[in-house]
């Protein structure tokens, strides 16, 4: 080693040794816990979760320095102009404190001089979160053009993204909702709309390329739901309008002209119609199945003059039966939060996978919640019939499209609480008791420079079991190509 490198070692060494063992006797403590970005503090965290990085807030700050300490053991130390952890260290400090506590102590320097807030703390659940990643739309909050968009998948115990499917494989085309059965990944359908407009859908390790639109049905093949045994998929049909508004604070209004929600048959390529789900007079919309495949859940509301009413547009949840071996929705509609009865609309629902809960979006009126900043999650105990308003996770900013994970011990949403113009994924936790932790922002690298830079709003995400073997490419191919399948129209099964 010559001797310029030498130096230049021993130069790094005496900083380093400077920094941590000079800073601290000097830092000026502060009767307060550190304002942060993302805020961190108090949250509830799986063991196996990316690095939580973060930054002050103020921008003013020039240099942090954090300590991590584990209540059953270990430590972590990171420091510059934001904290970067170890991944290895922080996975092992995690799993070493499993259902304990972190202890985090910040040390930030301002206009060269240092300060010492009070230490937080950060919870390390008990409850697994199996789930190897999720899944996500990101798309620019625009109105009339689709820009770049496409569905991602992330690794949750690091930050490597992949994109599953970019627009711009298929001339601009808008990619959309991209759903996976009970987090499979060997499971899944997503459509596209436009002039190579599709539904895929994969199953069994094949692709098909179904018709978009269907006379017919009344429309394309949107918002779907699998039936847990895998044959089955739940899909609304919807005639999609927006308004603008003038003095308001909501931009938007998306409402549906007419809509109407039907099963498909995989298996044999038949969507069966039914009356109770297709009523003239009504519009019924967001199917989803229960986790024992014995129920189907959807929101209804009555017609109206559109858009005059576009704000008397009120969604009830209902339910009603339906069999798996004929295919046959029940005779019984049972309605389980009446819109009639609390003056709010339903969107959203979302039942556990242990069947103990159903999570919906409730707003003021219509369905379409991203753009409604009164928008909240509510929790229905499908055994006591009650719902309350979860107000541990909700902001004073528009709450929608969550999912379970598989365990249902956890839960993920999108919010606009972050600056009220782009929805960021947000993760929390449930116990047995229906009660949520504070919800924690999806770690990034650098989350602060990473946010301020998106320019696109997180849509539609999901947990995923595992990755998705998606060769996009060939998928571009096939949705660029004019074959598609066609599909028949029943009003029963056929075997």
């Known amino acids: 080693m010559n001797r310029r490198i030498q130096i230049g070692y021993i130069i790094m060494l005496v900083w380093m040794l400077a920094a941590c063992s000079t800073r601290p006797e000097y830092a000026q403590s502060v009767n307060q816990q550190p304002v942060i970005y993302p805020d961190y503090v108090g949250v509830t965290i799986p063991v196996g979760i990316a690095p939580l990085?973060?930054?002050?807030?103020?921008?003013?700050?020039?240099?942090?320095?954090?300590?991590?300490?584990?209540?059953?053991?270990?430590?972590?130390?990171?420091?510059?102009?934001?904290?970067?952890?170890?991944?290895?260290?922080?996975h092992q400090l995690l799993e070493d404190n499993k259902g304990s506590q972190l202890t985090v102590t910040v040390c930030a320097q301002k206009d060269g001089q240092w300060f010492q807030y009070q230490d937080f703390t950060i919870n390390v659940s008990s409850y697994p979160l199996d789930e190897w990643g999720v899944t996500y739309r990101r798309i620019a909050p625009s109105y009339m053009l689709y820009s770049d968009m496409a569905i991602y998948q992330r690794r949750l115990s690091d930050f490597q993204e992949s994109a599953l499917m970019e627009n711009s494989r298929i001339h601009g085309n808008c990619v959309n909702c991209h759903t996976q059965n009970r987090t499979n990944p060997e499971q899944y359908v997503f459509h596209v709309r436009g002039a190579n407009g599709a539904t895929v859908v994969h199953s069994q390790g094949k692709d098909e390329v179904l018709q978009a639109r269907s006379d017919t049905l009344g429309g394309s093949m949107v918002y779907p739901y699998w039936h847990p045994g895998g044959r089955f998929c739940a899909f609304s049909t919807n005639k999609t309008a927006q308004i603008f508004h003038m003095g308001n604070n909501k931009r938007i209004e998306v409402y549906d002209t007419s809509s109407d929600v039907?099963?498909?048959?995989?298996?044999?390529?038949?969507?069966?119609?039914?009356?109770?789900?297709?009523?003239?007079?009504?519009?019924e919309n967001t199917p989803v199945?229960?986790?024992?495949?014995?129920?189907?859940?959807?929101?209804?509301?009555?017609?109206?003059?559109?858009?005059?009413?576009?704000?008397?547009?009120?969604?009830?949840l209902c339910r009603v039966a339906f069999d798996e071996h004929t295919g046959k929705i029940g005779e019984q509609v049972d309605t389980l939060v009446n819109a009639d009865t609390t003056g709010k609309s339903v969107t959203w629902p979302r039942p556990s996978y242990d069947g103990r809960y159903l999570m919906y979006t409730q707003l003021d009126y219509g369905y379409f919640s991203v753009w409604h900043p009164e928008a909240d999650l509510f929790l229905l105990d499908l055994e006591?019939?009650?719902?309350?308003?979860?107000?541990?996770?909700?902001?004073?900013?528009?709450?929608?499209?969550?999912?379970?994970?598989?365990?249902?011990?956890?839960?993920?949403?999108?919010?606009?609480?972050?600056?009220?113009?782009?929805?960021?994924?947000?993760?929390?936790?449930?116990?047995e008791h229906g009660r949520a932790t504070k919800p924690f922002l999806l770690p990034q690298r650098n989350p602060k420079e990473y946010y301020r830079r998106l320019m696109y709003s997180y849509n539609t995400p999901d947990f995923s079991s595992g990755p998705v073997d998606v060769e996009a490419r060939e998928m571009g191919t096939k949705l660029e190509s004019p074959s598609r399948m066609t599909i028949q129209v029943g009003k029963s099964y056929i075997p």
Not at 56 to 81: C, N
Not at 265 to 282: E, P, Q
Request: hydrophobic letters at 30%.
């Open 53 to 90: 990085n973060f930054s002050m807030a103020d921008d003013a700050f020039t240099d942090i320095d954090v300590e991590v300490k584990g209540q059953r053991g270990g430590s972590l130390h990171a420091g510059g102009s934001y904290a970067d952890f170890d991944i290895n260290e922080w």
């Open 384 to 431: 006591t019939g009650e719902s309350r308003l979860m107000d541990e996770v909700n902001s004073q900013r528009s709450e929608s499209l969550h999912n379970w994970s598989t365990n249902s011990r956890w839960f993920l949403f999108t919010s606009r609480r972050d600056d009220g113009l782009y929805t960021r994924l947000y993760f929390s936790s449930i116990d």
């Open 289 to 316: 199945f229960s986790p024992d495949g014995k129920y189907l859940y959807f929101i209804t509301t009555p017609c109206r003059n559109y858009p005059v009413d576009y704000d008397k547009v009120k969604y009830s």
């Open 262 to 283: 039907f099963v498909y048959d995989v298996k044999n390529r038949i969507a069966i119609k039914d009356t109770l789900l297709m009523r003239k007079d009504w519009a």
